[in-house]
């Protein structure tokens, strides 16, 4: 008995990923326009910062087979990668194309990271986002949907990422209450499609990470690790007050064992700009809190 206690107790104390077997992962858009032009020493940096995966946000101007050796050679891994929903090499593109270069990179899951703008709201993704009606998101729900289905037989999975537009209040074609969030939700099918929790955006739309979590059990499979400062104010037009993970308003001790607990996976550090210290230095006062939160 007193050795099962004591066990226990040290579990407890362990940190959060270590306990889990999970890696810190960082979602590289974190890094802005300069990862693109110092590739190999910035992937360098991450990878001596003690990150184990990345997410990528675009090809940063290289091949997939470029991008694998990058990778390769600063030990990390690329399991989920954000994939545009429009233009040749998006979801609207060829998707078996997409799907021999993901694998050639490594990648497992092929998030669309915005929605599917309608063509008469035009490319601006903040006026967009609240414009959107019932329909529009229903569209989206589709269209997720029907690439999943093509993806998932070459053995890539699918999701979907969230802002905070998704959940502007909307009413459906029945005049009841709805959100564009709860249209994907009941739109998309959970056996071809996930999604990953924007924690930061959640947040900044007012709602909160673990009642999601909860009303939604198995359809979060990753999640963007994003802190906010309590001076955000609730709204749907893409306004947030960003901060290093640890040093906001957003609970990561109750959280993360909550996430878990519902399924997800993937947890990648994602940072907002604009930065109070340099990009790389953030990732790292991100990273150091999140390997040694006990929760």
């Known amino acids: 008995m007193g050795a099962t206690m004591a066990g226990a107790a040290s579990a407890s104390e362990t940190p959060?990923?270590?306990?889990h077997k999970q890696p810190v992962g960082i979602q590289?858009?974190?890094?802005?326009?300069?990862?693109?032009?110092?590739?190999?020493?910035?992937l360098a940096t991450v990878s001596k910062i003690g990150f184990k995966s990345v997410e990528l946000a675009g090809y940063l101007g290289r091949t997939p087979a470029e991008l694998r050796a990058a990778f390769d050679k600063a030990g990390l891994v690329c399991p989920s990668a954000h994939i545009s929903p429009k233009g040749p090499n998006g979801f609207s593109g060829d998707l078996n194309k997409l799907a021999d270069e993901l694998h050639v990179i490594g990648v497992k899951s092929a998030i669309m990271p915005i929605l599917y703008i309608p063509d008469r709201l035009g490319n601006d993704l903040r006026a967009a986002g609240v414009q959107m009606t019932a329909d529009d998101w229903k569209w989206n729900a589709d269209f997720l949907n029907e690439k999943a289905a093509v993806l998932k037989k070459a053995g890539i999975i699918s999701g979907y990422h969230n802002h905070n537009f998704e959940f502007a209040p909307l009413k459906d074609a029945k005049g009841g209450d709805t959100t564009g969030m709860e249209i994907l939700l009941k739109g998309t099918d959970p056996n071809l499609v996930t999604f990953e929790m924007d924690v930061g955006w959640v947040t900044a739309a007012g709602h909160d990470p673990?009642?999601?979590?909860?009303?939604?059990?198995?359809?979060?499979?990753?999640?963007?690790?994003?802190?906010?400062?309590?001076?955000?104010?609730?709204?749907f037009e893409l306004k947030q007050d960003p901060t290093e993970v640890g040093s906001g308003m957003i609970d990561w001790k109750k959280l993360?064992?909550?996430?878990?607990?519902?399924?997800?996976?993937?947890?990648?550090?994602?940072?907002?700009?604009?930065?109070?210290?340099?990009?790389?230095?953030?990732?790292?006062?991100?990273?150091?809190?999140?390997?040694?939160?006990?929760?």
């Open 210 to 235: 673990q009642a999601l979590l909860k009303a939604h059990p198995g359809r979060f499979t990753q999640m963007h690790v994003k802190d906010v400062k309590a001076t955000t104010k609730t709204n």
């Open 28 to 42: 590289l858009y974190s890094l802005g326009p300069d990862l693109a032009k110092e590739l190999d020493a910035q």
């Open 256 to 295: 993360l064992p909550a996430a878990y607990a519902a399924g997800i996976r993937g947890f990648y550090y994602e940072q907002e700009p604009p930065f109070a210290h340099p990009r790389l230095e953030s990732a790292k006062i991100s990273y150091d809190y999140l390997s040694k939160v006990v929760a």
């Open 16 to 19: 959060f990923f270590q306990r």
